[in-house]
């Protein structure tokens, strides 16, 4: 069995002093860290990467029971054991609330605290255990929205998109345009971790820890974002993408990327391993210029017109060219238009509010096209 790993957090030195010495004469736990309130704690413990921390209940700063709720928040597989002088029933049951998994009454004697760790460790690891293993059935499929070109929207059907679909499936949705990536603008998360920060603390070796970096958006969509900076981008490469995506795989019904808009070796991981790219373009020019280059390079690739999609965003045929005219640049018919209706839009990115988490029963032409996106796709 691999050692126990502690951090004890208690602001009155000669405590942790006591609880250092059972830890260390005990040979099945190991000491990685100590706090003198439930802030530092909370700080410590991405570093140390504890399974159990004893918390005192009475601390400055920030107390026992707000550290433990924080923790369980941040770290639920981080198991809470409360120390305090008080032994009432009320105060035990307050700690659970927070998130404790067990309490320990000072003072405490060896038997008494080795006998805790050991019961609440075992206990609560073999339920995360179990309940890992119950997850790991499903087999998500990959939808990836590309554009060749910034500014098409890509963003904008990718997240509402998500949420259409999380109305019947379980769903992730990543934010893999590492330099310039913005989903957690559209979903009010921008204070949000990250997944470099996931990377940073070396916690993307299974589905137990790199959820802990998820935006929980729903009960059944959650949120990888991408960095915040574009510099960060360069961290990232094809196999931290490829292992992360071979661990949410078996536990999402749905995986939905927004990728870059470029051709690199990211990206192209990202494409060959998905059920379907939705090739996002606007009716400018440009835009469809640029489309066209696109589909080339992955006609190149082998994709054919099965897993590859054309949706034309914000169509309006005020613009002068048509459906018509557009699937004569492309030589291909075109999987789906989306109206334009730049007012919904922008309203929805200002707000943090995405325009599908709403629950009218009159559905805008733009609501109904992506509900119609979701219906079109065979998943």
Same mark, same amino acid.
């Given at each position: ?226 960095? #915040?900076?574009?510099? @960060?981008?360069?961290? /990232?490469? &094809?196999?931290?993408? *490829? !292992?992360? %995506? ?106 943090? #509010?995405?325009?599908? @988490?709403?629950?009218? /029963?009159? &559905?805008?032409?733009? *609501? !109904?096209? %992506? ?9």
């Amino acid at each position: 069995m691999d050692k126990i790993k502690i951090l004890i957090a208690d602001d009155v030195k000669e405590t942790r002093d006591i609880v250092k010495k059972i830890v260390e004469f005990e040979d099945d736990f190991e000491l990685v860290g100590e706090a003198t309130d439930g802030k530092e704690a909370i700080e410590i413990i991405p570093k140390v990467k504890p399974d159990v921390v004893l918390m005192d209940i009475n601390m400055p700063v920030l107390n026992g029971l707000e550290a433990t709720e924080k923790i369980t928040e941040l770290y639920p597989n981080v198991i809470v054991i409360i120390m305090s002088v008080q032994g009432e029933s009320e105060y035990l049951k307050k700690a659970m609330f927070y998130g404790a998994k067990e309490y320990i009454i000072k003072p405490f004697n060896f038997d008494d605290l080795v006998a805790t760790i050991k019961t609440t460790y075992t206990r609560y690891k073999n339920m995360q255990t179990k309940s890992e293993v119950t997850t790991e059935i499903r087999d998500g499929k990959i939808v990836s929205f590309f554009s060749s070109k910034g500014g098409v929207g890509k963003t904008t059907l990718a997240v509402n998109y998500s949420i259409e679909m999380s109305k019947t499936k379980k769903v992730l949705l990543m934010d893999l345009d590492l330099m310039f990536g913005d989903i957690s603008i559209f979903v009010d998360g921008v204070n949000s971790k990250t997944i470099l920060d996931a990377i940073d603390d070396d916690e993307i070796e299974s589905i137990s820890t790199i959820k802990n970096y998820f935006f929980n958006y729903n009960k059944n969509l959650d949120i990888l974002f991408g960095p #915040k900076k574009p510099e @960060a981008a360069e961290y /990232i490469g &094809k196999e931290t993408i *490829e !292992k992360i %995506i071979n661990i949410v795989k078996r536990h999402y019904d749905l995986i939905v990327i927004d990728t870059g808009v470029n051709f690199n070796e990211s990206t192209l991981f990202i494409l060959d391993n998905s059920d379907y790219i939705l090739f996002v373009s606007n009716m400018d020019i440009a835009s469809l210029k640029n489309t066209k280059l696109g589909l080339s390079v992955m006609k190149s690739l082998g994709y054919d017109s099965r897993k590859v999609k054309i949706v034309i965003n914000r169509f309006n045929t005020n613009y002068g060219i048509g459906k018509k005219e557009a699937e004569d640049v492309f030589k291909e018919s075109i999987f789906l238009l989306i109206p334009d209706d730049e007012k919904t839009v922008v309203a929805s990115i200002n707000s943090g #509010k995405p325009f599908m @988490a709403g629950t009218k /029963i009159l &559905k805008s032409k733009l *609501e !109904k096209a %992506i509900e119609t996106l979701a219906k079109e796709l065979e998943l």
